[in-house]
């Protein structure tokens, strides 16, 4: 069963931030939280992951609460093409080589309106 | 550079049938992954290889399903005696490190 929760569905105009919440209170110490996206009819996109600190890159801000129980993904300036099922995914990482299995939930539709 | 490449895009066969599906990973990626992905539902893992073997096959739903990946870089997978259940979105990734890429995907319908 995936450990995280996601609401099924948000709304944002085009534009504004947009921010999509996640939690994830059975996180464990060395569990990162990933992020991917899946635009319809094509395979998840990976956009950015973090273990505890605040993480940024050109897609995307993670925002990752002290406790680390919970998190936000932020798209600053939502587009058209950020319209998106959202998962958030908890996973332990491993240094070389390949990774864990990835646990996708049922993700959040995030529908960007113009 | 390339990504993550499946062929084919649509599969179309009747039950009963035995198909293939093919994944072209991203050079140089030692980790491959299936997934299959149902209407409405987030992508299920189904088999990971690591180089040529399987390190992880606990998400295959039977034994009708089968994965190989001889050379350590294509992989594919197969399926026997197809039921219409199997009909899904098949996904492949790959990673070299952490990082998980998918292709697009192999839509497979059983009539």
């Known amino acids: 069963d995936a450990k995280t929760t996601q609401p099924p569905s948000m709304d944002c105009a085009e534009g504004r931030a947009a921010n999509l919440p996640c939690n994830h209170s059975?996180?464990?110490?060395?569990?990162?939280v990933y992020w991917y996206r899946q635009i319809h009819s094509q395979g998840p996109q990976y956009i950015i992951h973090g273990l505890k600190n605040n993480e940024t890159n050109e897609m995307a801000s993670l925002i990752i609460t002290e406790d680390r129980k919970s998190s936000t993904l932020i798209l600053p300036h939502a587009t058209l093409r950020d319209t998106a099922v959202y998962y958030c995914i908890v996973r332990l990482q491993i240094t070389q080589g390949g990774s864990e299995k990835l646990v996708f939930g049922k993700g959040m539709k995030l529908t960007v309106n113009p | 550079g390339a990504g993550v490449s499946q062929t084919p895009s649509n599969k179309v066969t009747e039950k009963g049938k035995y198909v293939e599906l093919r994944c072209d990973p991203i050079s140089g990626h030692t980790a491959l992954y299936w997934y299959r992905q149902s209407l409405g539902q987030g992508p299920e893992f189904l088999i990971y290889f690591q180089g040529t073997g399987a390190a992880d096959d606990s998400g295959l739903p039977n034994d009708r399903f089968f994965a190989v990946r001889p050379e350590g870089s294509v992989s594919t997978l197969k399926i026997q005696r197809t039921e219409r259940g199997d009909s899904a979105v098949y996904l492949c990734?790959?990673?070299?490190?952490?990082?998980?890429?998918f292709g697009p995907g192999t839509r497979l319908t059983v009539l």
């Open positions: 059975t996180i464990s110490g060395n569990e990162y």
């Open positions: 990734a790959s990673s070299q490190g952490n990082t998980q890429y």
